[in-house]
């Protein structure tokens, strides 16, 4: 069987980020280009490759331009290279996001807080509750490092 392509995995996995981030089902952007839910899969998982004119339809009806697919992709992917280790559980470079396991922007945990964090229409808020994620992710992460170095 053969290997999808990583900029195909790139491009699916971006498309979904950005569906997720609008809070648009499989079936309802299926619907609007004329697709089941099963082929939207099919792109988002990379299984099937977009052509240009279907990207095109994409980018309209998920409001970003085509470059948008391909924004972010890692530097062996970008070189041309391929990709290593056939058989490995992520699909790259280490920190990258075809290293789909540990991507968080992938994941509906952080696509949810980020709808949530731009529907608090006060800006003083939203700043507010920005300071306070980001001092206690440092906090932690501080944490996390100072109980490594005990060790």
Same mark, same amino acid.
């Given at each position: ?47 099937? #490759?977009?052509?240009?004119? !279907?990207?095109?339809? =994409?980018?309209? /009806?998920?409001? *970003? ?5 391909? &924004? ?48 608090? #229409?006060?800006?003083?808020? !939203?700043?507010?509750? =920005?300071?306070? /994620?980001?001092? *206690? ?5 501080? &944490? ?8």
């Amino acid at each position: 069987m053969a290997r999808s392509h990583p900029v195909d995995i790139h491009v699916g996995a971006r498309m979904r980020q950005r569906r997720t981030l609008l809070g648009m089902s499989q079936t309802k952007l299926g619907d609007a280009v004329g697709l089941t839910f099963q082929q939207i899969q099919k792109y988002e998982r990379g299984s099937n #490759r977009i052509g240009s004119s !279907r990207l095109f339809e =994409f980018s309209k /009806v998920l409001d *970003v331009p085509v470059s948008h697919f391909f &924004e972010e992709m890692p530097s062996n992917v970008l070189a041309g290279r391929p990709m290593s280790g056939r058989g490995r559980k992520g699909f790259g470079e280490a920190g990258t996001p075809f290293e789909q396991e540990k991507d968080p922007l992938i994941k509906r945990e952080t696509l949810e807080l980020v709808r949530g964090y731009y529907k608090i #229409r006060e800006d003083k808020v !939203r700043k507010r509750i =920005f300071d306070v /994620v980001k001092a *206690v992710g440092a906090a932690s992460h501080a &944490e996390a490092l100072g109980g490594r170095k005990k060790r």
